[in-house]
């Protein structure tokens, strides 16, 4: 699996076939993000099965889910058409970017959580 925060130009990237990734700025976490707006311990990236949860980790500047701030310590679905910031500021995407299933009017379909390997 290959996660990826864009801030910018630049994209850090990060693998790992663990079911669990944590990311921040303590060297405590999987994912290292070396960016003061991030805290310590920011927000954790969960696989289960088929599917990729996220959890905000009780940072300072959050994690928000198409411009809505998530609360901290709730495991929430990542969608397909899902736009991920971190600490307000850095896109986050899963593998191969965010996918987005439209149907023929153009409208975005959350039909269920983005799977792993899409």
Same mark, same amino acid.
């Given at each position: 699996?290959?996660?990826k925060?864009?801030?910018?130009?630049?994209?850090?990237t990060?693998?790992?076939?663990?079911?669990?990734?944590? @990311?921040?700025?303590?060297?405590?976490?999987?994912?290292v993000?070396?960016y003061d707006?991030?805290?310590?311990?920011?927000?954790?990236?969960t696989f289960?099965?088929?599917?990729?949860?996220i959890m905000?980790m009780?940072?300072k500047?959050?994690?928000?889910?198409?411009?809505?701030?998530?609360?901290p310590?709730?495991?929430?679905? @990542?969608?397909a058409?899902?736009?991920?910031?971190?600490?307000?500021?850095?896109?986050f995407?899963?593998?191969?970017?965010?996918?987005?299933?439209?149907?023929?009017?153009?409208?975005?379909?959350?039909?269920?959580? @983005?799977?792993?390997?899409r």
């Amino acid at each position: 699996m290959q996660l990826k925060i864009k801030y910018n130009d630049e994209i850090l990237t990060y693998e790992s076939d663990k079911d669990t990734v944590t @990311i921040g700025r303590s060297k405590d976490n999987d994912f290292v993000v070396p960016y003061d707006d991030f805290s310590r311990k920011h927000c954790q990236v969960t696989f289960k099965g088929e599917y990729a949860f996220i959890m905000d980790m009780g940072s300072k500047n959050g994690v928000t889910i198409d411009g809505k701030k998530i609360p901290p310590n709730v495991q929430l679905p @990542i969608y397909a058409s899902s736009r991920i910031f971190l600490a307000n500021l850095f896109e986050f995407t899963l593998p191969d970017g965010t996918f987005i299933k439209e149907d023929l009017l153009g409208e975005i379909i959350l039909e269920e959580p @983005i799977k792993r390997g899409r």
